[in-house]
């Protein structure tokens, strides 16, 4: 009896084994390891983030289904899961740099979207999949005056001080929705605990408005530091604040390798949509 339970155990183990996938994604011209990718399975709900040494590990069994990779910088890539350890490599996206012009900085300044902790009515956290929750910022004549983006304001709340989500920008196609990167890098922003206006510099990239508009994102990563785990519930910090719009809200949502158009709806008053709280500083 014993020999027979000790055998079961055995075979028990091996199967859960067998179940986790781990994997690396790497450089394809440099081997170096990628950070803070995202990996979806694809059709499905599932999702992961590598950590700093590029590795990532999914505790379902996903073997012969196919997950898509995507990194800032890099080509999206759509594999299918053959074995249970996998090497992933991403080739590098290549962009034009335009011409930078270095001009003396002056102290014109434009606040767009201003926003108070206290009007803070929803938020949003991540339950355990990776996703992108953009806002949409249009272009307006009046930026003329200021045309370089200096700062970003994000409403965040988190239980902890070490909670990093990923800030990235977009540009708009001709249809209005997200499409490439802005910049080529991510940006790492770690938040405070608490509710709080957590500030981005981004004065040393001299971005431009670009004339069709672009959109700020916030990526949740799904690493260890960020998780928090309550009861049977677990979800990934920090969570991003929503406000009443005093207009039409354009805000979407990257989930499973594809961009969707995303309403937030009040529940109480259908009529009213709530929006990310993002507030821009423009210069000149």
């Known amino acids: 009896m014993k020999h027979w339970l000790f055998t079961l155990i055995i075979i028990f183990i091996s199967t859960i084994l067998s179940a986790q996938i781990s994997g690396v994604i790497l450089d394809k011209k440099t081997g170096k390891p990628i950070e803070y990718a995202n990996i979806w399975v694809e059709k499905q709900d599932i999702g992961t983030t590598s950590e700093q040494n590029g590795k990532f590990f999914f505790e379902q069994n996903i073997l012969n289904q196919k997950i898509i990779v995507t990194a800032i910088g890099y080509e999206e890539c759509k594999i299918l899961i053959e074995s249970s350890n996998i090497k992933i490599e991403l080739n590098p996206k290549t962009y034009e740099i335009e011409e930078v012009f270095v001009r003396p900085r002056k102290s ?40 370089l983006l200096k700062k970003i304001k994000i409403l965040t709340i988190s239980e902890s001080d070490s909670a990093t989500f990923n800030l990235r920008l977009f540009n708009a196609n001709d249809k209005g929705e997200p499409t490439s990167d802005i910049l080529n890098k991510n940006i790492i922003v770690t938040t405070q605990k608490g509710k709080n206006k957590t500030s981005i510099d981004l004065s040393d990239y001299n971005i431009s408005i670009p004339r069709e508009g672009f959109f700020i994102s916030v990526e949740w990563l799904i690493i260890d530091r960020n998780k928090s785990q309550k009861n049977n519930s677990v979800s990934y910090y920090p969570k991003f604040g929503l406000l009443v719009h005093k207009e039409i809200a354009n805000n979407w949502v990257f989930v499973n390798g594809c961009w969707k158009k995303m309403d937030f709806a009040i529940p109480e008053d259908n009529s009213k949509v709530l929006d990310l709280a993002i507030e821009l500083t423009l210069t000149d």
């Open 108 to 147: 014109q300044e434009l606040t767009i979207d201003y926003f108070k902790k206290s009007s803070l009515r929803n938020s949003l956290i991540c339950s355990g999949t990776p996703w992108i929750v953009a806002k949409y910022f249009e272009y307006k004549p009046l930026y003329e005056k200021t045309p």
